[in-house]
């Protein structure tokens, strides 16, 4: 309630004691007191009925002033109920580096949200209204405040993983399908199951996957995978499919892929049929980072793929940086607007890179990276069109992709006994590359 209805209650208050204030009545006069000598009614008027007197303004103001405390302390007393309903349904924890999360579950699905975020804010907003009414809004101070409380009940917990696109559980490699569910592959297959334990990051950019289609035949698979290898040559089929099976574990280097090409070869095509079935965006667009070192850190916090398009050249350090992402680590920088605290960014994400010319000159990146010179289609079609051919065989393709990924789990001892196998730094790439070649009928050694 402010003054302003305040004093109109007052008003409305004073206005009706006034007019149900019943007047004094005339005293009755004995014989005795009245003058024999006046026949007539007296000179004098009876005395009109008194009224209290008007209360001093200041007293006004300072009894507005009470009440409008007492209001204001009422509110208070509500808003800190409210948000300690909210702080007790969003279960705060931190995660394995140190960042904080709450729980939320929004219908079927559970949403792992940074703290930190602005989605953060906006649940307690949104659940504020739906509690206390559409007038109901929560200051940014009130925020800040709820924040350090789940912070503080955070800390009195253990640590919980929070993974990305990609986690693990034990042996077994996980999936998430954006919806609530994930795929659980190990070297005896693939099985689609409701995730109650996992926590994968949240992320607005982040789509939801169709179930994939189950595949069991090695040579089957690698036939569903046509139109993600449109466009590439056939000698670069395998070790490009070989690296796009390893960007579904999160515990191995992953290869840098360099698509180039002149204008107009379908490279960025080429990429996006890559990083849809990795890590599906709810964009028309594939989202492509900046260039600089601090854009690709973020874009490493809500993408698992990340897309370097069409460039011609990399700023001093990014290639470094690069190397750091393909191989898995945590990027440790001072926190805003503090001198002491530090925030932890980890980074490990498969990187596509487009441009005309390759533009890797490091060894250390060259080292973690292949080359694709993508070929140029005689024809062109319609964009729309071969998006949605693609996204209609996607479940498929992601289910070839999770059979190869099984495939190779399941003759990794095998593949680990092929002469000179461990003579390259990314191992784990050339084996799961010699694991496919075999299944698909090649002699050991031919990867």
Known sequence: MNISEIIRLRQQRNAQASTSATPEQPQDFTAEEVDPGDSHESDTAPDEPQQDPAPDLSEQLEDIAKEADASREGAADRMGRLLQEIAQELPCYQDQYGNFYVLYTNGRKPE?????????????????????????FVPKERIETLRSICRYQAMQRPPVPVQGRVGKDGDDNLYDLGDGDLVRTNAAGSIIERNTRFAFRWAREKAVVAPPVPC???????????????????????????????????????????????????????????????????????????????????????????????????????????????????ITERQLYTNSEVHSAPVHNPIIITAIQPILRQSDALDRSYTINVQKPTVYRSMAEVRAEY????????????????????????????????????IDWIMTGEAIAQSLGQPPGRF
């Open 112 to 136: 792992h949200v940074p703290l930190a975020s602005e989605r953060f804010a906006d649940i307690v907003r949104v659940t504020a209204i739906e509690r206390g009414g559409p007038n109901t």
């Open 216 to 330: 069991e035949d090695p040579r089957e698979a690698f036939k569903r995978l046509k139109p993600l290898l449109a466009g590439v040559p056939k000698v670069d089929m395998l070790p490009l499919v070989a690296a796009v099976v390893e960007y579904f574990r999160p515990d191995t280097p992953y290869p840098i892929i360099q698509l180039n090409g002149p204008e107009g070869s379908s490279k960025s095509s080429v990429a996006e049929h890559i990083i849809r079935v990795v890590d599906n965006f709810v964009s028309a667009e594939p989202p492509s980072t900046g260039l600089e070192a601090e854009d690709m850190v973020a874009s490493a916090q809500v993408h698992h793929c990340l897309f370097i398009d069409n460039a011609t050249h990399l700023p001093k350090g990014v290639e470094n940086l690069l190397c750091v992402m393909a191989l898995g680590g945590v």
């Open 391 to 426: 996204a209609a065989k996607l479940p498929e393709i992601h289910g070839a992709l999770l059979c190869l990924l099984s495939t190779a789990l399941r003759l990794r001892p095998q593949v680990a006994q092929v002469p000179g196998i461990s003579q390259h730094r990314m």
